[in-house]
């Protein structure tokens, strides 16, 4: 299974981006309902073909990868000093 996210709606066509970076401009038609910007998508992709209306939104991958998030921005505000930045 490959993963990708819903990056943003451009009227009807959604720009989905996948977990190796590629982006996709696929009609909303195509998609589960419900999805929008941020939802998580899970498609199994054959012979290198993606069917858009086979995927299925993963609510349960897209609470880990927004609590990953939040625990990575935890992380970097313990290590910031604060204070200007000097170049």
């Keep these: 299974m490959t993963f990708y996210v819903i990056d943003r709606i451009e009227g009807k066509i959604a720009v989905v981006v996948g977990d190796d970076g590629r982006s996709f401009d696929v ?3 195509q998609l589960p309902r419900g999805c929008r910007e941020g939802t998580v998508l899970r498609v199994e ?3 290198g073909a993606i069917n858009w209306s086979q995927a299925i939104i993963d609510d349960a991958e897209r609470r880990q990868r927004l609590e990953r998030g939040r625990e990575t921005l935890r992380r970097l505000g313990e290590t910031d000093p604060g204070g200007d930045v000097k170049l």
Excluded: G, I, L, N
Aim: charged content about 50%; overall charge positive.
């Design 27 to 29: 009609p909303k038609r």
């Design 45 to 47: 992709a054959r012979s």
